[in-house]
C-alpha cells in the first residue's frame, strides 16, 4: 500500500530534486501532486522518466486524504499551508528555515538523530535542518559519539544554487558579462558573484553573523543534543552546485586519526576520499549528483587539544535538501510512524 505525497514548491530547484529523487528512490506512492505558486500553476514538472504531473495551485490545494508533503516554497509560504496541511492530517517535512527551531518541531537527519521523529513528530510538522548544517553534522555524528566534540570552527564555501534557481541564473548571466567586459548589476548576490567569493548569506545579526552563520550553530547543537560551541564563516562562491566546507574540531577526549577516519567510513552516508596525492580529495563538481557526504583532508589539529580538522563536500539540493527530506518520509515509513501520525 503506498502513500499520497505532494510536492510544495515543485519548480523550484529543490522541489524538482524532491520529485526526481522520490521516484529514484521507489518510495511507495499511489499519488503525487506537485504544487507551486498561482503563476506556476498550469506548467509541467518531470516524476521520474515516464510521468509528467500538472502543477497545481499551493494556496486552492485541499491537503486533505493526502499523507505526506514535501515543502520547498519559501519560509513565508511554508508558515501558511504546512499548518494548513498538518490541520487535516498531512504530514508537512519543511525545507525551509520556518519551522527549524521551533521546540515541538523535531529538526532531523535520519542517520544522525531518528529518534527525534517519534519524540515531536505529533505536531504533524518535521524540518529539514539547513543545508550547510546536514553535511556537517553528517561528519561530525560519529566523532562526537566517540570523542565528544566541545567547539567547531567552520568555514563554509556555499554554491549559488543555494539561492535556488535565480542565484544559478545570476551567476551564468554575470561570468558571460565578464567575459565581453558588460558591466553586471547583481540582483541575488550583494556582489558580483562571478569568479568571486562573498563571504555574506542571508542577513546581517546584531553580533556581526549573519543568519546563515547563527543557523548552522543552533542547529547543529538541536540535531546533535549537545551543547557544542559554533563558529562559523559563511561564503558564498562561484559554483552552481555542491557546497564544501572546511572544519576544525575540538574534542573532549584524545583522537587517535586511523580510528576517526575508520569511524568516518563506516558512518551510512558518508564516503572517506583521502589520499594525500594530487587529486586524493573530493571538490564540489566532483559530487553533483550524488547522495554521500564526502570528506578528505583528515588531518590533527594541533592548534588546540585534541584538535581534527576535514574538508567536506556534498551535493546540495540532493543530501542537503530533497534527499534528506525523502529520507525523513522513508524514516517514518520504517518506524511505522506515518499511519499512526497522519491518522
Known sequence: MGYKVAVVGATGAVGREMLKTLAERDFPVDDVAALASPRSAGQQVSFGEKRVLTVRNTETFDFAGWDLGLFSPGASVSAVHAPRAAAVGCIAIDNTSQFRMEPDVPLVVPEVNPQALARHARRRIIANPNCSTIQMVMALKPLHDRFTARRVVVSTYQSVSGAGKEGMDELFTSSKAFFVNDPAQPQVFTKNIAYNCIPHIDRFMDDGATREEWKMAVETRKIMGADIAVFATCVRVPVFIG?????????????????????????????????????????????????????????????????????????????????????????????????????
Open 243 to 343: 557546497h564544501a566546507e572546511a572544519v576544525s574540531v575540538e574534542f573532549e577526549q584524545p583522537v587517535n586519526l586511523g580510528e576517526a577516519r575508520d569511524l568516518l567510513r563506516t558512518f551510512p552516508g558518508v564516503v572517506v576520499v583521502d589520499g594525500r596525492d594530487d587529486g586524493g580529495y573530493i571538490t564540489p563538481a566532483e559530487c553533483q549528483g550524488e547522495d554521500a557526504v564526502y570528506v578528505s583532508r583528515l588531518r590533527r589539529d594541533p592548534t588546540v587539544p585534541n584538535g581534527l580538522g576535514f574538508w567536506c563536500v556534498s551535493d546540495n539540493l540532493r543530501k542537503g535538501a530533497a534527499l534528506n527530506a525523502v529520507q525523513i518520509a522513508e524514516t517514518l515509513v520504517a518506524q511505522g510512524l506515518l499511519r499512526q501520525i497522519a491518522a
